[in-house]
């Protein structure tokens, strides 16, 4: 089945500690999107790519970077992890939408980070 | 200031209830979308509506786009506990490039 997978479920890791998320898609959609969702909010938007074109939310901390090397792959590097980062990680795709009218976007599971 | 506001925020009923969450805004958009988010999981997509008026069924569900594409609504006849989740309506603004807009959710809570 098409789908969008991320990679851990769950992570842990210290203080200042980088790490990386990882999402894949079997879609071969255009966008790629990352989330950040703490508990009983809405998703918020950290920054999407458009094909290779990387767009970052105005306020997104600079903490956060992301790579896509190829349709099928992205990632979120956090460099210096703090307790504020402690959330869900949500990573979503779409078709382009500016061609299907709408945006329907299509979440992976999510990743837990935790940071101690 | 939130540019889709859902209410209520939360709602615990009773098995067999019926309910309507609502999602509104100032704004048009092109089009809306309703998503049900379970503990631990992505937001699932459950419609999208395009046309104004536009009232689409989802077995015990009904969605409905407002007339004038600035507000919805989500209604579901006889509540059962797996209907438990976030729901959160999405918009894609007129003027709007590949973003969605969240509103805050709807936290539900069907108790058997």
């Known amino acids: 089945d098409a789908m969008v997978i991320q990679n851990p479920r769950y992570q842990v890791t210290q203080f200042g500690k980088p790490v990386t998320l990882s999402c894949s898609q079997t879609l071969n959609h255009n966008v790629m999107y990352w989330y950040q969702q703490k508990s009983s909010q809405a998703p918020k938007l950290l920054f999407h790519?458009?094909?290779?074109?990387?767009?970052n939310e105005a306020d997104t901390p600079d903490n956060f970077q992301s790579r896509r090397p190829n349709t099928s792959f992205c990632f979120l590097d956090i460099r210096s992890p703090g307790l504020g980062d402690a959330a869900m990680y949500l990573c979503?795709?779409?078709?382009?939408?500016?061609?299907?009218?709408?945006?329907?976007?299509?979440f992976g599971p999510g990743t837990r980070l935790t940071v101690l | 200031t939130q540019l889709l506001e859902q209410s209520p925020q939360f709602l615990s009923i009773q098995e067999g209830e019926n309910l309507t969450v609502y999602c509104n805004s100032s704004s048009v958009f092109s089009s809306l979308q309703w998503y049900r988010q379970e503990p631990g999981e992505g937001p699932v997509l459950l419609v999208t509506?395009?046309?104004?008026?536009e009232v689409k069924k989802l077995k015990r569900l009904t969605f409905q786009f407002g007339d004038a594409r600035k507000d919805s609504s989500l209604h579901i006849t006889a509540a059962q506990p797996g209907d438990t989740g976030l729901y959160l309506c999405a918009a894609l603004l007129i003027q709007g490039a590949q973003k969605l807009v969240f509103g805050q959710g709807t936290r539900l809570t069907i108790n058997p």
């Open positions: 509506v395009v046309t104004g008026g």
């Open positions: 979503a795709t779409s078709r382009d939408s500016f061609l299907a009218g709408y945006n329907e976007q299509f």
């Open positions: 790519y458009y094909d290779k074109d990387f767009n």
